[in-house]
Structures are given as C-alpha cells and as structure tokens.
C-alpha cells in the first residue's frame, strides 16, 4: 500500500476517513488512487455515511450512490445486528484492499448487473443463520462467510484445517483468483496458448475437482509438496494451485508497493534463473521480462526473511510461513505474465 499524506503534511493512511491533525474529512478515489478531501466534487460512499463501513469516494456528478467497492456487493448481512456491522465493516475493508491491489493491475472489473457474462459481485452472508449457504466463487459470484470476520471462528478453522495462515484480505485475494480463471481462461479453446501455458505449469484442470478435494481432506497433501506448490491446499487441484498462486502474487505486490514506499528495500537471494522463465508459445515483451521478474522473486524471498527475522524479535510466529521453490517461482512467473495480458 502507498503512502498518503494531508493538504496539512499529517500522514494519513488508506482506511482515513479524517485527518487527525486538522479534522479535514477526506476519503479514498479509486481512480486515482489517492485520499483527497471530500468537497463539491466528490462525497462519501453511502455505506460510510450510513454506517462508517467505507472511506471510498463518489464523484458528485454520478448518480450512483455507492462507492466503486461497495457497486459490486450482490448481497450483505441484516446490518440492524450490531455484531453483523462490525463483521461486515471488517470483511469490506480486506475486499477494498484487494480491490485497490487489482485497480493498480488495471484489472477492468464491471459489475455483474453491467456485465452478466464478465462481471463480479460478491455475496456476504452468515453461514451460521444459512448453513447451506456454499462459500467459494461460481459464475462471477463471490461468495464469503460473515463469520470469516470473527478472529476466533478464523483462527479455528485455520488449525482444523491445517493452514499456515488464514486471513480476510488473503481469502478474497484468493476467490479473485477463481473469478479470474473463470473470466479469462476457461472460456478459451484448450489449443490456445494462455490455456496450454495454464496446463504445463499448474497441471491438468480437466481432473474432477471434488475428487481431488475429498482426496485432499481425507488424506492431505503429498510428503513433498513443499518443493511443488505455495501451500497444502493447492496441493489439492490445479484450480486451487492456480488461486493459492494468484493469492501469493497479490501479496507480493501490494507488498512490495508498501515497501518501497517506507523506503525499505531488500537485497537478492539465490533462485536459479531457470525458474522464472515462461512456458514456450507465450509472447513476452523483451528477453529482459524473465531477467526483471527474476530479480523481483529474489528480492521478495530476501524481504520475507527480514519480516520473518523481525516477527521473531517480538516472539510472535514467522510472519511469512511460505517456501518459494523453483517451481512456485515458474508459477507466479505465469501469475505476474497474466496479470499484464487482462488488463
């Protein structure tokens, strides 16, 4: 995440809604992508009026009464229940930073009433009142748990399910992941170069999905998975690989953009060469595109270390609990080459 500042040199941070030092209201413009004053050009999101849930802000012209992040909600919890709120406001603002990490990637992202065939929406619904209520993504529909919000209910099915880690911002990074796949290559000819690409970096995504889930729970991942994926769970299928991936690149650029912009910079780390090289039949820029991711992945392993190093200090658990092999490399590799051809 960028640095932001007031008109009155008070730092202010992506969630302010109010300078500290001069009671200026100001908000978030996503077009921009900087917090500004609200003025005759621009007013607050209609969730942040109503409930102090969203800084984002609307241009005054439009006639929209919600902010861009708040537009692609299909469906949220009955906000008449305090406990509701307070979840809710949580779950909103890991979804604006994943959206802000997604805009910076000139990812378009149309709703789903603007767009039925290419566009989002999200549901936000309590599985404890709707129990049969299915998480996950289907047809450009995101659907989350409200309890995701609550730290214990999280932290629980972090260990039941045996995660290393298990946050809000990394679940929507995730199901965006998912949506992506859905909106940019599941509907091409399995000849075409991006989906051939997909298959022989991530593996056959034409194996049944819910086998290799029951698989997974039942029996875990294979001994080495370590050297082959991001996480356990991607072990599972290679739409979960792909998602878990697509989580981790995420990661490593809002990171990095956090990171450089407090001037912290990170020295490289060994990673052969050979691990950040594309699949064959897919069109890169320049010979360098290989080369500058290369040195990207390694200064990203060297920062991990030092934010590791550091959590330590304080006796807290790595903060980085993620091995990046050469394998994981050639997949965020794939990752970051995406990235740059949906925009």
């Not at 406001?89 to 290419?118: C, F, V, W, Y």
């Not at 859905?182 to 997909?198: G, I």
């Amino acid at each position: 995440m960028r640095s932001f500042s007031c008109a009155c040199g008070n730092a202010l941070f992506f969630e302010s809604s109010r300078c500290l030092k001069c009671g200026l209201d100001v908000g978030y413009e996503p077009v921009k992508g900087l917090i500004r004053r609200i003025d005759k050009n621009f007013r607050l999101c209609s969730n942040g009026q109503r409930y102090a849930a969203c800084n984002w802000l609307v241009p005054t012209s439009f006639s929209e009464a919600f902010c861009t992040s708040c537009r692609l909600n299909r469906t949220i919890p009955d906000l008449s229940n305090a406990l509701n709120r307070q979840h809710w406001s949580l779950m909103e603002a890991a979804k604006r930073r994943l959206l802000h990490t997604l805009i910076g990637l000139h990812i378009p992202l149309p709703t789903l009433a603007e767009d039925p065939q290419n566009g989002l929406a999200f549901d936000i619904v309590s599985t404890t009142l709707n129990p049969a209520a299915t998480t996950g993504h289907l047809s450009g529909v995101i659907t989350v748990s409200l309890e995701e919000a609550d730290d214990t209910w999280r932290q629980i099915n972090r260990q039941q399910l045996g995660e290393a880690s298990r946050t809000l911002l990394g679940h929507f990074r995730h199901e965006s992941g998912h949506y992506l796949w859905y909106r940019c290559l599941s509907r091409l000819e399995w000849t075409h170069p991006w989906r051939m690409a997909f298959r022989e970096v991530f593996g056959n995504e034409a194996l049944h999905y819910s086998d290799g889930l029951a698989r997974h729970y039942q029996y875990g991942p294979p001994a080495d998975w370590q050297q082959n994926y991001i996480s356990a769970y991607a072990a599972s299928h290679p739409w979960e690989d792909w998602a878990e991936t697509w989580a981790h690149y995420l990661q490593m650029v809002d990171g990095f953009e956090t990171c450089e912009q407090l001037g912290i910079r990170s020295s490289e780390a060994p990673l052969p060469a050979s691990a950040c090289t594309l699949p064959t039949g897919l069109e890169t820029d320049s010979a360098s595109e290989d080369a500058n991711f290369h040195s990207l992945i390694q200064r990203w392993i060297s920062l991990a270390s030092m934010m590791n190093e550091i959590s330590r200090s304080f006796g807290a658990a790595f903060l980085y609990p993620y091995v990046i092999s050469p394998a994981v490399a050639r997949k965020l590799r794939l990752a970051h080459y995406f990235a740059k051809v949906w925009r």
